[in-house]
């Protein structure tokens, strides 16, 4: 008998992402260089040059440090919390990977606030958890019910909560009060909240708080640092949450995990706030026009606290291999369950043009 993969992994689904793949640009003939990718969620504006610069200069020979000291001391002054609330991953990603290996037992209830980013339930099912989701729906605008989930809660009474705000794809937010009331509610509970853009959102709305304040046992937050900072290729995020938990995350995790070159482009991204101002003006001003343009050709982008938002387009995966064709990546929703939409990130104005450009031609062709 050949050696066996564990039970789980037979449930544990295959996620689809977004970006571009390497290997479809090639098989449709496309040079990289002339795409446009409107299925990733990053700032279009890349990294700070002061990011650059600190990479020539990292010591390839040496370990990394495998507590990011640096990294989480500048993240403590950046956020306002001790670095002993903090821990850095190799990318948000890894660090749904540690709670998973930290928190989820085999045969334990996960719930998952959706439709949103796959890799949740992925690493819920890996671990052989049983996964309940609760479900926005479009006639609600994907708004979160705060009595819809709580009722949820009380029935299943999960191990471990994900939910993610502002929301991929939906680009929705759940209240910090919400937030606190299910975390009071239920204290045998981790309750992961996923917030990696909510710099994009905090930028437009005033006063927008995070969970980190909330500063609750049973709250952990979760922040990426390859959206904003344009370090996506690099791999880096963090979480806050309190010391015990964190030590649980720093027990389980790989040795390290985050790379040197990562560390030090974290620490130069948190120097330049400079360029991440500049940047959030930028693309808040490209998604205005963006938003109208689409407006302009008949399309209703939904309504969205972030960058990205949704646009029913009737067949999703139809939109985008005719928009591959010219080069222009857009976001497929099936996987999400939303097969009617595609996902928009903004991109810098003048790709956003071309995008309306090309669905200006179509339709003119099409009349
Ligand atoms: C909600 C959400 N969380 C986490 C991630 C992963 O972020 P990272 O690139 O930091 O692993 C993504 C990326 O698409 C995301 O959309």
Redesign the pocket.
């Known amino acids: 008998m050949l050696p066996q993969p564990k039970s789980a992994i037979a449930n544990v689904p295959f996620v689809t992402?977004?970006?571009a793949d390497p290997a479809e640009l090639e098989a449709w003939g496309l040079d990289p260089e002339e795409v446009v990718d409107f299925s990733?969620?990053?700032n279009p504006y890349g990294p700070s040059p002061a990011v650059t610069r600190a990479l020539a200069s990292v010591p390839a020979h040496r370990y990394p440090d495998r507590e990011a000291r640096a990294l989480r001391r500048a993240l403590s002054a950046r956020l306002g919390v001790g670095p002993e609330r903090i821990v850095a991953?190799?990318?948000?990603?890894?660090?749904?990977w540690l709670v998973a290996l930290g928190y989820i037992r085999s045969r334990d209830t996960v719930m998952i606030v959706g439709p949103?980013?796959g890799?949740y339930e992925r690493v819920a099912r890996l671990m052989g958890a049983r996964v309940q989701f609760w479900r926005a729906r479009a006639e609600t605008g994907f708004a979160v019910d705060p009595d819809g989930v709580a009722a949820v809660l009380d029935t299943v009474r999960p191990a471990v909560v994900f939910l993610?705000t502002p929301?991929?794809?939906t680009g929705t937010l759940v209240p910090t009060d919400v937030i606190a009331r299910w975390a009071r509610a239920h204290p045998a509970c981790l309750f992961v909240v996923?917030e990696?853009?909510f710099e994009f959102a905090a930028y437009r709305l005033a006063g927008l708080r995070s969970a980190i304040e909330l500063d609750l046992d049973n709250i952990l937050v979760?922040?990426?640092?390859?959206?904003l900072y344009g370090?996506?290729g690099l791999?880096?995020?963090y979480a806050v949450a309190p010391p015990q938990v964190v030590a649980v995350l720093h027990r389980v995790a790989p040795p390290w995990h985050v790379n040197a070159v990562a560390q030090a482009a974290g620490v130069a991204a948190l120097t330049d706030e400079a360029h991440v101002g500049r940047s959030l003006a930028r693309v808040w001003d490209a998604c205005d026009k963006f938003r109208r343009g689409l407006e302009t050709l008949g399309l209703a982008p939904l309504p969205s606290a972030t960058h990205f938002f949704l646009l029913d387009v009737g067949d999703g995966a139809a939109w985008r291999r005719r928009l591959l064709r010219y080069g222009l990546v857009v976001r497929d929703c099936a996987s999400f369950g939303l097969p009617q939409y595609i996902r928009l990130a903004t991109r810098r104005e003048e790709e956003n043009e071309r995008l309306l450009a090309t669905l200006a031609r179509e339709r003119r062709r099409a009349t």
């Open positions: 992402h977004g970006a990733v969620n990053d991953g190799n990318g948000a990603s890894e660090l749904l949103t980013f890799e993610c929301n991929n794809p996923d990696s853009y979760i922040r990426s640092l390859t959206k370090l996506a791999r880096l995020g």
